[in-house]
């Protein structure tokens, strides 16, 4: 549907801003729905609202047509290709930091007293994640694509240690949850190209939707994690300790990242 080049870039990049977008909008909507309905029926509202969403994409006259395109096209499990299993690890292991972040906001704002310090936190990560999204959507990779991810995502790693520190102040703490947000969404663009140029055009719904599940996974696993760090070391250690394991997994995300766009492409085992 979209032509590569700038056109491509900009609509993955459009991609990965609305996603960041709902990380911040996600939390009031379930807030309203349980201001109005209650806890029990909230989740059949939200559960409601994400099957109409599927359903109006699925029956999309575009949806349904680049479906239809596809269906004729080489298909081949993309499992089975290097390149793409590795994209799968590094989607995992970005969503851990992912996952972290919202509970360390929180823990942030409980320790100073402040019951409006997480929102903002998130606001305001929300506008670094903005700020990466447009940056990577304007600007072309003058490098090549695997050795930009790999770097992105080791910077991303890097840059999220900032907000180990629950002592900052809280100008200097909105500043580093600023930051944090930058490099997630520009490693999220680039995955979704190297997806594109690694798996063959009739196997891409199934690529697409391992990477988005896997980086869904990541995100739980990192929540479920620094809950349960922060409930046993507290406040202070535990944020500490969750952060730099959560920016360790970033990083190490970005060292076992592909070192090109075919790595041991199988031959296609179905034609459509």
């Not at 909507?29 to 409601?48: E, Q, R």
Request: hydrophobic share 55%; aromatic share 10%; charged share 10%.
């Amino acid at each position: 549907m979209m032509q590569a080049g700038p056109q491509l870039n900009t609509a993955f990049s459009m991609d990965v801003g609305a996603q960041e977008l709902l990380y911040v909008v996600a939390p009031m909507i379930t807030s309203f729905g349980v201001l109005l309905f209650g806890t029990s029926f909230n989740v059949v509202f939200m559960a409601t609202l994400l099957i109409l969403g599927n359903l109006a994409f699925a029956w999309h006259p575009i949806a349904r047509s680049q479906s239809a395109e596809q269906s004729t096209g080489t298909r081949s499990a993309p499992l089975r290709i290097a390149t793409f299993r590795r994209l799968v690890v590094l989607q995992f292991l970005i969503g851990i930091p992912m996952g972290t972040l919202a509970i360390i906001l929180t823990t942030f704002g409980e320790y100073h007293g402040s019951d409006l310090a997480a929102g903002i936190l998130l606001g305001v990560n929300g506008v670094g994640a903005l700020v990466g999204t447009i940056w990577i959507g304007k600007r072309p990779f003058r490098t090549p694509l695997a050795s930009a991810l790999r770097w992105t995502a080791i910077c991303f790693g890097m840059s999220f240690l900032g907000v180990a520190f629950l002592d900052l102040p809280f100008p200097l703490f909105t500043a580093a949850a600023f930051v944090a947000g930058i490099g997630f969404p520009m490693a999220l663009t680039q995955v979704f190209h190297m997806v594109a140029q690694s798996v063959p055009v009739g196997s891409l719904n199934e690529a697409n939707a391992w990477v988005v599940s896997a980086v869904g996974v990541g995100i739980a696993e990192g929540t479920w994690l620094s809950g349960m760090i922060i409930g046993t070391l507290g406040s202070v250690n535990g944020a500490m300790l969750t952060v730099g394991l959560a920016a360790a997994a970033a990083v190490l995300g970005g060292l076992s990242a592909p070192r090109g766009t075919r790595e041991s492409m199988p031959e296609p085992s179905v034609k459509g």
